[in-house]
């Protein structure tokens, strides 16, 4: 029997496979929306409608590995507008997001072009908007929850181990209770 040091190596190089194996399947994916988008879907005046298919790819991996191996049920995610092809990719993989609206996306009931908590069907934590608040978003989330758990008694209680996190192009913020967390 191997050792217990080879054994971990062995798991943790096969759930970087398997994350780098969905990577590729969100990067597909989300660049298969852009494409039907703009090429495959009918349009009644030849205009294309965009999609924003290099500042999605940017941060595939990050989105990849925040969504299906390092985000928490009580984490909150800010992602940044133009990834909302990558985010709805991996919604659809999750079983979050259908076919259909991936292939309508940017159009009336479609995948929204910026991520949006009263448009999409997915769950969407912070509606990013065309002006990418998120960053602003979850500081002040952050701020607000640390405010709520030094007022209320109940509240101060509660375990904080719960993050606000914004996805902007290479590097995410990260923000704890107690302020930036470098370890993101």
Request: net charge positive; aromatic share 6%.
């Amino acid at each position: 029997m191997p050792p217990a040091d080879s054994r971990i190596a062995d798991s943790e190089a096969h759930r970087l496979a398997i994350l780098r194996e969905l990577e590729r399947k969100v990067l597909w994916l989300s660049t298969w929306t852009i494409h039907q988008a703009n090429h495959l879907r009918p349009s009644r005046d030849g205009l294309k409608v965009g999609g924003h298919q290099a500042s999605s790819a940017s941060v595939c991996t990050l989105l990849t590995a925040l969504y299906l191996d390092v985000l928490r049920p009580q984490d909150r995610m800010a992602v940044k507008p133009h990834a909302s092809p990558v985010y709805h990719a991996i919604q659809y993989l999750l079983g979050r997001q259908t076919r259909e609206n991936l292939e309508q996306f940017r159009s009336l009931g479609g995948a929204q072009s910026y991520p949006s908590r009263t448009k999409d069907v997915a769950g969407v934590d912070f509606s990013t908007g065309s002006v990418g608040l998120g960053v602003a978003m979850t500081l002040f989330a952050s701020l607000v929850q640390d405010y709520v758990r030094l007022k209320e008694p109940a509240a101060a209680m509660a375990p904080s181990d719960d993050a606000m996190v914004s996805a902007l192009a290479s590097p995410v913020s990260r923000w704890r209770s107690s302020g930036p967390d470098s370890s993101a």
